[in-house]
């Protein structure tokens, strides 16, 4: 089949291509710009905040409009949407706690407890998410677009880059994680549209573009955790203050990351589901 499902829009032309790959840069320059201009705004803590909640309430309508799209009665919507809802918002203000009590904050000859906040919920969410009938349903209901122009959010991974300009962020590591975290999600929109049209081009391309996004947080966490102090530290020595375990910063790859791996485990689950129900 050339699409992979009927009644879907034609192939988006150069100008809307073009024009969303203008806009996700401009709008990644504009927060970059914002940072540097305004030094004292990031540590306080409220861009993080209303970022982070916009987000979250964000990724909690798109379950419900999905859930909304299937065959499952009103009562079972319910439960389901609470099933991912409670335990994703109870993470959320667990990590927000633990960020604020500094207990990511590295220090010197101990492991950093970081790794365990990104790795632990990527572990126990895959092994729940991918082995659910009832988020299959869901994803099968729901648009793939939205799952991949959501993360439009990751030109926030700009910050990093600020980070460094400012002297609190290693280059080794901010470089990588921010220019990685920013061309995921100025090629979010761009992939989405591409995938409304419902080729297998743009199924592969968007397979392709979740890979890019998952091997962007394989370098940054690597990066990160040889240059965060501690006993595995390599890059970073002549900071002595890591804003990458420091609120509100810390809840990026506390959180962030992990989520964001999560929808793209979700993303690639989806596309495949697609692909094998239009070979």
């Known amino acids: ?115 365990i906040a990104i790795f632990a919920p990527v572990i126990i969410g895959l092994f729940f998410l991918l082995r659910s009938k009832s988020i299959a349903t869901v994803l099968d209901a729901t648009p793939a677009t939205w799952l991949v122009a959501l993360q439009v959010y990751r030109i926030f991974g700009g910050l990093f880059i600020v980070n460094w300009v400012l002297g609190t962020a290693a280059g080794a590591f901010a470089w990588p994680a921010g220019i990685g975290d920013m061309l995921t999600g100025i090629m979010a929109l761009p992939v989405a549209l591409q995938l409304a ?36 530290q390599i890059f970073g020595q002549e900071i002595p203050l890591s804003v990458l375990g420091s609120y509100p910063t810390v809840l990026i790859p506390a959180f962030a990351v992990p989520s964001s791996i999560l929808l793209h485990a979700l993303s690639i689950r989806q596309l495949r589901r697609i692909g094998r129900r239009t070979e």
């Open 1 to 115: 089949m050339s699409t992979l499902s009927s009644g879907l829009r034609a192939e988006p032309s150069q100008t809307e291509t073009m024009g969303l790959l203008l806009l996700a840069p401009a709008l990644a320059a504009s927060w970059i710009a914002i940072n540097l201009a305004f030094p004292a705004f990031a540590p306080t803590g409220i861009p993080s905040a209303v970022t982070r909640l916009a987000i979250h309430v964000a990724i909690l309508a798109g379950l419900w409009l999905g859930l909304s799209r299937s065959d499952f009665s009103p009562s079972k919507r319910v439960i389901v949407w609470l099933a991912v809802a409670v335990p994703f918002t109870l993470w959320l203000a667990l990590v927000w706690n633990l960020a604020l009590s500094g207990i990511f904050q590295p220090a010197a000859g101990r492991l950093p407890k970081l790794p």
């Open 197 to 232: 049209s419902g080729t297998e081009s743009a199924r592969r391309a968007a397979i392709a573009w979740n890979i890019f996004g998952l091997c962007d947080f394989a370098v940054a966490v690597t990066m990160g955790t040889l240059s965060t102090p501690g006993p595995l």
